[in-house]
């Protein structure tokens, strides 16, 4: 075996465990968050946060990257696109949070099932992408899911469209301003990083804070440690899945990334106890069965050869 092969593979093996890795993160993080939630969903928000701008601060500072904060920031255009980033990335972590913390992980779950096919739908609508026959079946059943969830349960699973299509935009804008990870969550925290600190200082005045030596609940610096814990689970998968992304195919990520919502699924179901309503099991048959379609495809199309390019230059 030759070097670059062994070199190749060992990449891939890299790349393979870190999106693993990642994935797995993302998918017993409602474990963390219920553990905390005696917290509250706002407070958690509010150190999660807090300690993202801390963790990615030390990551940027340690790659020497620190000062690219200061250079996105210069443009009107990047720092209104900011500004949208932020609004949806807190909207998706505030709905997340609160819907694990009120017994609506399977709708989260749901919605991040969805994530993928809305993903397609945006591409097309703001990025001009065609849809093959694939996707447009992939979708269609998609809808169908959702429809048969709000005639069968009698309410629209909002919990569900909002994670799906605020990760959906929130991706298509960082696509469409080619956004680095890593620079662009520091700031899109460290924006909501001032209202953060007010409201913790607020609620460390009358005593319900739930950081340091004498919070609420005499929990101590054991509570302290556990709720700094939030920027890791926030900031880790992202580096794990930044490092499998660049080393392994994109289909292979995609295939991964369903790993997240389906063990949320089973936490919901098996750990948290939360019903199952039959409604529910259709639409998530209908669901996957467009995201097997729409992974096949996909998987079809990252093996197709690339046609050579003819011309000069």
């Known amino acids: ?140 059943l998609a809808g169908v899911g959702v429809l048969i969830s709000v005639i069968g349960a009698g309410e629209i699973p909002w919990i569900a469209l909002a994670l799906a299509l605020t990760w959906g935009f929130y991706g298509l804008i960082r696509k469409r301003e080619k956004i680095d990870p890593f620079v662009g969550l520091m700031v899109e925290t460290a924006f909501l990083l001032p209202v953060c600190l007010a409201y913790l200082l607020w609620l460390w005045s009358r005593g319900a804070g739930a950081f340091g030596p004498v919070a609420a609940g005499g929990e101590g610096w054991a509570m302290s440690l556990a709720i700094m814990a939030s920027g890791l689970i926030t900031g880790l998968p992202i580096v794990l899945y930044m490092i499998g992304a660049r080393h392994l195919p994109l289909s292979t990520v995609g295939l991964l990334q369903y790993l997240s919502p389906s063990i949320n699924l089973v936490l919901a179901t098996l750990v948290f106890e939360e019903p199952l309503r039959p409604a529910t099991l259709v639409t998530f048959g209908f669901i996957w069965a467009g995201l097997v379609l729409f992974t096949i495809d996909a998987t079809r199309r990252a093996r197709m050869p690339v046609a050579p390019r003819h011309g000069v230059g």
Not at 43 to 52: E, G, N
Not at 70 to 75: K, N, P, T, W
Not at 86 to 95: D, G, Q, Y
Request: charged share 10%.
């Open 1 to 140: 075996m030759s070097v670059d092969t062994q070199a190749s593979r060992g990449q891939a093996g890299l790349g393979a465990g870190a999106a693993l890795g990642a994935f797995l993160i993302w998918g017993f993080a409602p474990l963390y968050f219920k553990a905390v939630e005696h917290v509250g969903a706002w407070q958690i928000v509010a150190h999660r946060i807090l300690w993202s701008v801390v963790m990615l601060g030390l990551l940027l500072l340690a790659l020497g990257r620190l000062h690219e904060i200061r250079d996105v920031l210069r443009s009107r255009r990047r720092f209104l696109t900011y500004c949208a980033t932020t609004a949806l990335v807190t909207a998706n972590w505030s709905v997340f949070i609160w819907a694990v913390l009120n017994g609506y992980l399977v709708q989260s779950a749901l919605g991040y099932y969805l994530s993928p096919l809305i993903n397609v739908l945006l591409g097309v609508a703001f990025l001009g992408e065609r849809l093959s026959r694939a996707q447009v079946a992939a979708a269609c």
